[in-house]
Nanobody, 123 residues
Framework: QVQLVESGGGSVQTGGSLRLSCEYA??????VGWFRQAPGKEREGVVV????????TYADSVKGRFTISQDNAKNAMYLQMNNLRPDDTAVYYC??????????????????WGQGTQVTVSS
């Protein structure tokens, strides 16, 4: 059972920053990424990266504000979130996929999930 362990959520005011971390025990994924789910909404893909080529796709709503990064030596990935807005409030999940069709940021393509961490942005 592959485990992804997240940390780094919290509460900030509009314009603030947070950095989420996700560590995993193995590193043989085709894609890794971050998703979020706000109350009453479907889970949406925030950013996904193809681990081999580092090809990355961001949701339009976070482009220029969020950045994904990886540390292969630590089997970890990070999500740096800057200029946060109230509509970024959600539970954030890191995820990993072993199937090649994973860049479309669809949760259905991802088999492994972190436990989720709450991010709250107040105005």
């Amino acid at each position: 059972q592959v485990q992804l362990v997240e940390s780094g959520g919290g509460s900030v005011q509009t314009g603030g920053s947070l950095r989420l971390s996700c560590e995993y025990a193995t590193y043989s994924f085709v894609c890794v990424g971050w998703f979020r789910q706000a109350p009453g909404k479907e889970r949406e893909g925030v950013v996904v990266t193809y681990t081999a080529s580092r090809t990355t796709t961001y949701a339009d709503s976070v482009k220029g504000r969020f950045t994904i990064s990886q540390d292969n030596a630590k089997n970890a990935m990070y999500l740096q979130m800057n200029n946060l807005r109230p509509d970024d409030t959600a539970v954030y999940y890191c995820a990993a996929a072993t199937r090649t069709r994973c860049l479309r940021r669809d949760p259905i393509d991802f088999s492994y999930w972190g436990q989720g961490t709450q991010v709250t942005v107040s105005s």
